[in-house]
């Protein structure tokens, strides 16, 4: 599996630290459309964001 580019993540950390951390069906549909990827992925995204924030392993972001 490889990466998503560090814009496509960058706009999903923001949408999710900024915006909503669970997206609607419609919202997840618009962002998939915009950054190029499948509705599925930003769902699984959104997913495993919140996972790594439950864990407190949300580090791998800082970088933003």
Known sequence: RKNYSLNVQYELFEYYVYINQRP?????????????LTFKQVTQWFINARRRTIKNKFYKYSRF
Do not use: D, Y
């Not at 609607?24 to 190029?36: G, I, P, Q, T, V």
């Open 24 to 36: 609607s069906r419609w919202e997840k549909e618009l962002l998939a459309k915009r950054l190029s």
